[in-house]
Structures are given as structure tokens and as C-alpha cells.
């Protein structure tokens, strides 16, 4: 081989190694969580996901593969809870559309074709009774001070004119809808809403959603829905156990830490997961208030951020250099990663914070799918019919298709 032959193969190698799917937990460790939450459901449960738990395995890892295929899929898997300011983020809304209104831009076109940004993030208060103004634009100030606004109002209308739109690319509101919300004819031809929330992750709003569809697909008997949410949840509720899941330095990037990411939550588990964890986590629960237990995961996750990355900092600077990095073959492609010794070293000054994360979101998921179970009333689920519709097997193959195809939309995290 000439010189030039191999720089290009170091090239290929290099390049190749950050092609790799990697992602939370890995697809091992999805998997392999998912797989173990079987384990910890109540006999009438058990027998039904037994009977299915290679498609519970296997589809552990479709939300990852979701974000090929639509740009609204990557914000589901996260939360820079941090983006919004200090633990517990007071200012972090709790329920869904009240966290969208709160970072909600209005917009509004007037007659002359003129934009008047009339609500935004940076100067509202939403926390008192009645929405204020608190910017130093006289035109906005006297515009809201024609208005005097309930705060639950305002979220009782957006409810209604503009969650609807969630998904869609534009969220308007007639000029008829704007009068009804300030109580008076205003000089609009048309409202306009910017999103400013979702970019930094809806995590927790989502897990709620997707509990609340599985419960809904438990009451109507669905087979095809309870497995495919069951899987899916399962994946979000792992994410939800990463730290780095709740933070904007996800990957180290802030603090010179690069790569952080999925050393704690693929290279760990892929080398002590089954060997050293203990996977008997007890028994599913029932949750009461699943709301508040999903804001309970993501808050306990974000207050380890701090030692994630404090730890490997300290270690990385005592740990030989030259030990800290190994190459290995895998899918037949070298690939540089952290090696086991230092990997361990890791996991032991962190007192087995990944193996207590990763037992924590075993037990959680079952409890997840118990909750919603008995929530519908505690199907029987011998009764449940057989396999897949054709459509959900439709879904399937483009989902496949899309992941083969190419390139994730958003964060790769
Ligand atoms: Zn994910």
C-alpha cells in the first residue's frame, strides 16, 4: 500500500467510527432494558409480554430510528432543563401547552402589513394573575395596557387556537380569535405563534403523552398499540434516567469533554450491563401521579449531571493518558473508544451511578406499562387478538426504511 493509500484508509476508519448509531443507552442498552422491565410485571401482565418480548426488545430502539424520519421525534428524547434556568426551574411550566404559551411569540399583522411582536418570551410576566408586559417598547406597553388578560384565560384560549397546531409548520389565529382573547377589535390581519420551547426538549411532556396513549390503548383492546407504545415508552423512560438527557452540555462539549455522552451511556452498559449489574429490581408498582413522577425521574437525573461530569474530569486528568482511549474492531471497523479499565474506573468513583440508572429505569418502565393497565381498568389480556394490522407493519418497514436512508433530523442525542 503507497502513503497515500493509507491516509486514506486512517481516513475511512476515522470518519467511519463517527458514523456509528450511537445513541442514549446505545441499542443495547434499550434493548436489553426493555427486555428486563418484563420481569417486573404482575401475573395477569406477564404472560402477554413474554409472549411478545422480542417485539418489545427489538422495537425498544424505533424512537431513535423516528428521528430519520420526522424533525419533531429528536426533541422527545431530551430536556437542557439548565436552558431555563437553576434547579427546580421554577420557571419551567410543569404542564404542557402552559409550557408552550409561557414561550410563546405572538405575532400580529396589521392592516398596513406591519408585524407587531406582540408577546414574547423575553418580555412577559405570566406569573401573576393577569398577563403583563414588562419590556420598555412604549407601542407593546400601550397595546397590552387596553387589555386586562387573565393569565388562565390566555392559556384556556391557546388551548384551543393554537395546540391544535402543534405539529403543523405555521400556527396562526384569525383575527376574530385575537379579538375574543383581548375583549376588543384590534388592527389585525393576521396572528402568528413562534415556538421558543420545544427546541430545548420536551422530554417529560412527552413521556406523560405516550403514558396517557398506552392507558388509551389498553381500554380499547388494541394489541398493535399497547405493544408498540409499551416498546416506545420504554425508551423514553430510559432516556429520562440519563443525565446527560437533562442538560444543554449533553455531550460534554462546554467543559472540553466531547464523547462524554455515550461513554456513560453505551460504553458502560455495553461492558458491565450484563456481566455485572444486578437485574432483579423487584416488582412493578402502580403510580398514582404519573405527572409528577416523570418531573421526579427527569429532576433526580439532571442533580447527577454535576458528578457525570465532575468525576470524569478529575479522573481523566489522574487516569494514565495512554490508558484512557483503546481502538476496537466493530461491524469491521476500528473504532476508538474509552478503554475498560478506565471505564470502570469511572463507574466506581461515580459509586454505580449508571447500573443504579439503569436498574431505576427498568423498575420505572414497569411500572409504566402496570400504571396504565390498571389505569384502563385491568384488561384481560389473554383476549387480546393476534399480532400486528397491516398498517402498523406499514409503518414499520418506512421506519426501517428512513433510518437505512439517512440522516437524523436534529440532535444526534
Ligand atoms: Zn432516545
Not at 418570551?121 to 405570566?126: A, F, L, S, W
Not at 407504545?229 to 423512560?237: K, Q, R, T, V
Amino acid at each position: 500500500m503507497s502513503k497515500y493509500q493509507w491516509l486514506w484508509l486512517i481516513a475511512f476508519l476515522l470518519l467511519g467510527s463517527s458514523f456509528l448509531p450511537a445513541s442514549e443507552w446505545g441499542f443495547f442498552g434499550h434493548r436489553r432494558i426493555n427486555r428486563l422491565a418484563v420481569f417486573t410485571l404482575p401475573p395477569e401482565m406477564i404472560p402477554f409480554y413474554k409472549k411478545h418480548i422480542e417485539y418489545i426488545t427489538e422495537h425498544a430502539v424505533d424512537p431513535d430510528k423516528r428521528r430519520y424520519a420526522t424533525r419533531h421525534e429528536a426533541v422527545r428524547h431530551y430536556i437542557d432543563i439548565d436552558h431555563w434556568g437553576e434547579f427546580p426551574f421554577p420557571n419551567v411550566p410543569r404542564e404542557w401547552s402552559e409550557a408552550i404559551m409561557t414561550y410563546a411569540e405572538m405575532r400580529v399583522i396589521n392592516g398596513n402589513g406591519d408585524t407587531l411582536i406582540a408577546a414574547h418570551p423575553e418580555v412577559m410576566d405570566y406569573s401573576g394573575q393577569v398577563v403583563r408586559y414588562v419590556g420598555n417598547d412604549p407601542e407593546l406597553a400601550a397595546w397590552w395596557a387596553q387589555t386586562s388578560l387573565p393569565v388562565n384565560e390566555y392559556l384556556t384560549w391557546f388551548r384551543k387556537h393554537v395546540m391544535p397546531q402543534y405539529y403543523e409548520e405555521d400556527w396562526v389565529a384569525t383575527p376574530s380569535a385575537l379579538s375574543e382573547l383581548m375583549g376588543r377589535e384590534t388592527d389585525c390581519r393576521e396572528v402568528r405563534f413562534i415556538d421558543h420551547f420545544s427546541e430545548y426538549g420536551v422530554l417529560p411532556y412527552n413521556l406523560l403523552r405516550v403514558q396517557n396513549n398506552l392507558t388509551e390503548a389498553f381500554r380499547s383492546g388494541n394489541e398493535a398499540a399497547i405493544l408498540r407504545l409499551s416498546a416506545e415508552l420504554g425508551h423514553y423512560i430510559g432516556d429520562a434516567h440519563v443525565p446527560l438527557h437533562t442538560t444543554e452540555n449533553y455531550n460534554g462539549e462546554l467543559t472540553n469533554q466531547r464523547g462524554i455522552h455515550a461513554f456513560w451511556e453505551s460504553r458502560i452498559p455495553e461492558l458491565f450491563a450484563d456481566e455485572e449489574f444486578d437485574p432483579l429490581v423487584g416488582r412493578a408498582e402502580y403510580i398514582a401521579e404519573p405527572a409528577d413522577w416523570y418531573w421526579d425521574i427527569v429532576l433526580t437525573s439532571h442533580q447527577l449531571v454535576d458528578s457525570v461530569l465532575r468525576v470524569e474530569k478529575q479522573l481523566s486528568q489522574e487516569f494514565p493518558v495512554d490508558r484512557q482511549y483503546c481502538f476496537e474492531e466493530r461491524l469491521g471497523r476500528t473504532v476508538r473508544v474509552e478503554c475498560t479499565e478506565y471505564a470502570r474506573a469511572y463507574q466506581q468513583r461515580m459509586r454505580g451511578m449508571v447500573e443504579e440508572r439503569w436498574r431505576a429505569s427498568i423498575h420505572a418502565i414497569g411500572c409504566a406499562w402496570y400504571t396504565a393497565w390498571v389505569d384502563a381498568g385491568q384488561p384481560d389480556l389473554s383476549l387480546l387478538g393476534t399480532g400486528l394490522t397491516p398498517s402498523e407493519s406499514d409503518y414499520f418497514r418506512q421506519l426501517e426504511e428512513a433510518f437505512r436512508a439517512g440522516e437524523a433530523q436534529g440532535r444526534k442525542h
